[in-house]
């Protein structure tokens, strides 16, 4: 879109309001509304936005050490829209949204995750492709206020508990269609009150960008039934997390022609996807806190836990990291299954393509596919690495790999780093005043 068809879709509807909205580091929604008769303005001369929501937790308690606080006096970045992301929401009154990112002394904040995203996705295409991908999120859904989990039983997919409540749900279905996020299926999870609701693939950075609508859309419109859309990876210690599985196929940079399947494989995968895939398990214990990037989140990693506990794969094997769907040539997909729900989907898409670059590039050869459980110490290959599951070691792994460091840039490195040490510290801090509430008090409202 231009900013010619934005300005007619504002006065064609009688738009009243725009948000300008970008994520912060955690995948939060951060936003300014604008009136519409100032967005022409603001949408060429750019609007001012705080450097420093990139330095917020996910409470926006402020992390030392970005760059972007005290260093430069506390400014703003002065950001602008892509005008391909302007959409109508339904749920509200005259409301217009539109993502932007920003620039700082006329230059792009590197460490954006939208940035880094898009960077990736730049060097996919120089090697001649594109992704189609999507993000497959789990939620639990709780009553305002109460904390109440909808239903109290595990008996997932029953349709009694598949409609709990058929005007929430029914909505979710008519509404995200109308902002470009083509809902598919809707179903419950086995956890208490746990819901997953998938949409369709999309090329390139609007995949990411339907990700960020799905998740700050479903919250808005839990709140307008009373309740809370739960993103928080793992909520309740004594029930399932929140998964988002990263599902992808590689095609050709025009975006027409499918290249993960091969007819004349004997399982039917190409040379390309077993180099894709062999990059991703190269650098799974780098990519794990990118995935799962909280101390909540990294927590997952676990044996039993349907969490990947190690760089393995499989064919439509649900215990691996990398879950193969062989499908045909049109149908053939990757599922990564490390992404936990907190984690922002601009990240766990930047350090999928970051890592399946490097076995593109460096011919990387794929390990033996696990063909029973990987959970299980004798389905292993030998040497398989394990994902690291505590902050302090899977940042180690992060920082350790020069690779991953070097696709995803010195200045993102940096603040990435520093809002892992903040969690670290917050968890100490609460360990030793002994409150156990800690992480509920800093995911749950607004992850």
């Known amino acids: 879109m231009s900013i010619a068809q934005v300005l007619k879709c504002i006065e064609d509807n009688s738009i009243d309001l725009i948000r300008f909205e970008q994520t912060d580091m955690y995948g939060i929604a951060r936003s300014k509304t604008i009136p519409a008769r100032h967005f022409r303005k603001k949408a060429t001369e750019g609007l001012n936005f705080f450097l420093g929501h990139l330095s917020y937790d996910p409470m926006a308690g402020f992390i030392q050490g970005t760059g972007y606080l005290e260093e430069i006096g506390y400014g703003d970045a002065v950001c602008f829209p892509d005008f391909n992301t302007f959409v109508i929401l339904p749920w509200c009154d005259r409301t217009g949204r539109i993502l932007i990112e920003p620039t700082f002394r006329g230059e792009q904040v590197a460490s954006h995750p939208r940035v880094v995203a898009r960077r990736q996705l730049d060097r996919l295409k120089n090697l001649g492709l594109s992704l189609l991908s999507a993000h497959e999120y789990e939620f639990y859904l709780v009553h305002r206020g109460t904390k109440k989990r909808i239903n109290n039983d595990h008996n997932i997919?029953?349709?009694?508990?598949?409609?709990?409540?058929?005007?929430?749900?029914?909505?979710?279905?008519?509404?995200?269609?109308?902002?470009?996020?083509?809902?598919?299926?809707?179903?419950?999870?086995?956890?208490?009150?746990?819901?997953?609701?998938?949409?369709?693939?999309?090329?390139?950075?609007?995949?990411?960008?339907?990700?960020?609508?799905?998740?700050?859309?479903?919250?808005?419109?839990?709140?307008?039934?009373?309740?809370?859309?739960?993103?928080m990876s793992k909520p309740f210690p004594d029930d399932v997390g929140n998964a988002s599985h990263f599902c992808h196929s590689l095609w050709d940079a025009e975006e027409k022609v499918p290249v993960l399947y091969d007819p004349n494989d004997p399982n039917g995968l190409s040379e390309t996807a077993k180099h894709w895939m062999a990059g991703i398990l190269a650098h799974a214990p780098a990519i794990g806190v990118l995935m799962a990037p909280t101390v909540n989140c990294v927590s997952r990693y676990q044996l039993n836990s349907w969490a990947p506990y190690n760089a393995t794969w499989g064919y439509d094997n649900r215990s691996c990291f990398l879950r193969v769907k062989v499908n045909g040539s049109k149908n053939t997909y990757i599922e990564n299954r490390a992404g936990a729900s907190g984690s922002n989907p601009y990240l766990s898409l930047?350090?999928?393509?970051?890592?399946?670059?490097?076995?593109?590039?460096?011919?990387?050869?794929?390990?033996?596919?696990?063909?029973?459980s990987a959970y299980d110490e004798k389905e292993i290959p030998p040497g398989t690495a394990l994902i690291p599951n505590t902050m302090k070691e899977a940042l180690k792994a992060f920082l350790d790999d020069k690779v991953i460091t070097d696709a995803l840039g010195e200045e993102f490195v940096r603040v990435f780093r520093v809002a892992k040490e903040h969690e670290m510290k917050l968890q100490e801090e609460a360990i030793s005043k002994g409150n156990t509430n800690w992480e509920q008090e800093l995911y749950f409202d607004y992850m």
Do not use: W
């Open 157 to 231: 997919r029953s349709t009694l508990r598949n409609n709990e409540d058929m005007k929430f749900t029914n909505q979710i279905a008519r509404d995200l269609p109308q902002v470009g996020v083509d809902i598919e299926c809707l179903e419950t999870e086995y956890g208490l009150g746990q819901l997953e609701i998938s949409y369709l693939p999309a090329f390139g950075i609007r995949a990411a960008d339907n990700a960020h609508t799905y998740k700050a859309s479903i919250k808005e419109i839990a709140r307008q039934h009373n309740y809370e859309a739960i993103f």
């Open 350 to 372: 930047a350090a999928t393509v970051a890592a399946g670059i490097d076995g593109i590039e460096r011919k990387l050869s794929l390990p033996k596919e696990v063909t029973g």
